[in-house]
């Protein structure tokens, strides 16, 4: 059974950092797509935020582009999302994405001062 495990939200002030971690168990990711997503209310929909392609690139939205990073670890089965810089916009449950198919739980992060 594959499982998306995200951990590292929380609440900071604004300018302030925040490091993502969604662990993955039950597949590798090998040869798959991987992504972070974020929905900012209960009844809105989800938001790409970044991604890595299978052939290793990585790709940003505009709204994040300059204050996000993106990596993962094949090896671990981990994946990560350092966010700098972060606004009062950028609260929401953030989730990760594996093949376009699998999601995890979410963490919320709250940015506010």
């Known amino acids: 059974q594959v499982q998306l495990v995200e951990s590292g939200g929380g609440s900071v002030q604004p300018g302030g950092s925040l490091r993502l971690s969604c662990k993955i168990s039950g597949t590798t990711l090998d040869g798959k797509g991987v992504a972070w997503y974020r929905q900012a209310s209960p009844g809105g929909g989800r938001e790409w935020i970044s991604?890595?392609?299978?052939?290793?690139?990585?790709l940003y939205a505009d709204f994040v582009k300059g204050r996000f990073t993106i990596s993962k670890d094949n090896a671990e089965k981990m994946l990560w999302l350092q966010m700098d810089n972060l606004k009062p916009e950028d609260t929401a449950v953030y989730y990760c994405?594996?093949?376009?198919?699998?999601w995890g739980q979410g963490t919320q992060v709250t940015v506010s001062s």
């Open positions: 994405r594996l093949a376009g198919l699998h």
């Open positions: 991604g890595i392609t299978v052939d290793n690139r990585p």
